[in-house]
């Protein structure tokens, strides 16, 4: 099994796990950046067909982040990957892992995106994070940016598993797809 000292694992900070979840998904640093996500979450402002209806403009809250800590949305997910040649597809939570070929070639394939619930203290809390899962040399792992280091599974049926025990708790499943040229 791959040594996942050599795998990129980029850690949790505020609320940038969409982020980490992209770089971690490309395995590179700086594939995205805090600038290259503020600008996708702009532009999406700009071509928005409601834009007329908003009144303000606020300053920290905007419409697809938080400037301060993050927190980005899918739309800015969506528009930063198919600007890399990459597709989404989300997965119908009603048909559950065992309908996702995890075994697809990685030319297809890139990887899957989750974002799942997550409540602190107490419930007082509520909001999403983003994770990141990847087959690397055959082994997937979970790059989730919580993590002291990457996960890797056993073999699909434990990435199966895994999946359908998120999806349970109300996670989103996010196919990424390499975009045949």
């Known amino acids: 099994m791959e040594n996942s000292s050599q795998i990129y694992h980029e850690k949790q ?25 503020n600008t996708v979450a702009e532009q999406l402002v700009l071509v928005d067909p409601n834009r007329e209806n908003q009144r303000w ?22 528009s930063s990957l198919e600007q890399k040649g990459k597709s989404v597809v989300w997965h119908d939570r009603r048909n559950g892992a065992s309908s996702i070929d995890l075994n697809k070639s990685e030319d297809v394939l890139m990887g899957i995106i989750l974002n799942i619930p997550i409540i602190k203290f107490r419930g007082l809390w509520k909001s999403r994070h983003w994770i990141a899962l990847r087959r690397i040399q055959g082994v997937w792992y979970n790059l989730d940016s919580d993590l002291n280091t990457p996960h890797a599974f056993r073999d699909t049926d434990e990435v199966k598993e895994f999946l359908d025990f998120v999806i349970g708790c109300g996670a989103e499943v996010l196919l990424v797809l390499h975009d045949k040229e």
């Not at 505020?14 to 590179?28: S, T």
């Open 13 to 37: 900070k505020l609320q940038f796990c969409l982020l980490h979840a992209l770089n971690n998904l490309f395995q590179e640093k700086d594939t995205f950046t805090r600038a290259n996500l």
């Open 57 to 78: 403009v606020p300053l920290i809250f905007k419409q697809h982040h938080n400037s301060i800590t993050g927190n980005y949305d899918i739309n800015v997910l969506i």
